[in-house]
């Protein structure tokens, strides 16, 4: 059996995703002997490491490769990756997360872009779970999670590792993730890989994973406070803008004419059933991430750590490459 890709996933505590999970592993199209699983546990406090090597077992009877591993020298989704980098048999790498529910033909579509030798990265798309809360309703009318944003950053495109694929080649050059990264991972892989080598990001739209929304107001405060810390240790690695912050006053007047004007106009089209609740709430939902995002920005500080990266030809974490000199090579 020849193995072609790679699939790696981070789970940490991930009882009640795995089934799911497990699931749709399963109903997969792309041919199963060309495929291997890498189910990394990342040091869970409750059965996960038990229920995946009994899905290994299970797996086995439909002809599907499913390998359990474990990461527990550092608590992080990135650590873990980097273990089912080195333990991986392909050569193509295609990351998802525990809590992300891939269509059946997701994973042929990530890999039918690599036919092009040029192409070292391909995004795929991430879209909503269905979702009973109005905070879920109002994250899929934002497409909060579309992959479409992240490619059209004015740095380098990237892709969130809920649904990358990467050519192991690519990493020979720019190096793993940083271990002891906790957020912003992903876009500072894709952008090393970008700048250390001449490979292409293709976006494979059709290639589609599902995760749910946040249903709660804490829950969504701290995704979007976790979106500030991500452009604050990306500021401080590359250099790039930091997200400019509203003034206060700013926020009171957008917030004082959506009570006047706004909140009255949408509740009366909602009434004639001309509009949603999801137009009733939004604008002091956006207010609310924004301001969620600018504090997670301001407050957040990149450990020292947080700078090193791990290589394939060892084990021992290195210092940050020169990105500066790489994306500016006539400096």
């Known amino acids: 059996m020849t193995i072609l890709v790679s699939v790696i996933i981070p789970i940490f505590n991930g009882i009640d995703d ?15 002997d060309q495929v291997e699983y890498l189910l990394v546990d990342n040091n869970s406090q409750d059965d996960t490491l038990a229920r995946l090597q009994a899905f290994a077992d299970r797996a086995r009877t439909h002809g599907v490769t499913v390998r359990p591993l474990s990461e527990t020298a550092i608590q992080s989704s990135y650590a873990a990756r980097n273990r089912g980098i080195r333990a991986a048999q392909g050569h193509l790498l ?6 992300c529910r891939p269509e059946p033909r997701w994973l042929a579509g990530m890999i039918a872009p690599f036919d092009s030798e040029t192409v070292g990265l391909v995004v795929g798309e991430i879209k909503a779970l269905p ?39 690519a990493l020979q050059k720019s190096g793993l993730f940083r271990p002891y990264l906790t957020t912003g991972g992903d876009a500072d892989l894709c952008w090393r890989i970008q ?16 995760h749910r929304h946040r249903s709660t107001l804490k829950d969504l405060g701290s995704q979007w406070r976790r ?12 250099d790039v803008p930091l997200r400019p912050e509203a003034p206060r ?4 007047n957008r917030l004082t004419r959506w009570v006047l004007k706004g909140l009255p106009v949408a509740a009366w089209r909602s009434l004639r059933g ?21 504090q997670g920005q301001r407050d957040a500080q990149l450990p020292e750590a947080a700078r090193e ?23």
């Open 18 to 32: 795995l089934p799911d999970l497990e699931k749709c592993l399963l109903q997969q199209t792309f041919p199963a």
């Open 94 to 99: 295609v990351f998802t997360d525990a809590d």
């Open 131 to 169: 979702g009973d809360t109005w905070l879920e309703q109002f994250a899929e009318q934002r497409e909060v999670l579309s992959q479409k944003f992240t490619i059209a950053h004015s740095f380098y495109p990237y892709g969130q590792t809920a649904n990358l694929a990467v050519r192991k080649t």
């Open 195 to 210: 700048m250390t080598g001449d490979w292409d990001l293709h976006f494979a739209e059709d290639a589609i994973i599902r």
């Open 227 to 238: 979106y500030g810390r991500s452009n604050r240790y990306l500021h401080e690695l590359f």
């Open 249 to 252: 006053f700013h926020v009171a």
């Open 274 to 294: 001309k509009a949603s609740v999801i137009e009733i709430v939004r604008p002091p939902l956006d207010l609310f991430c924004g301001r969620s995002r600018a």
């Open 309 to 331: 990266i791990e290589w394939l030809t060892g084990s021992e974490p290195v210092h940050n490459v020169d990105v500066q000199s790489a994306a500016n090579p006539s400096s």
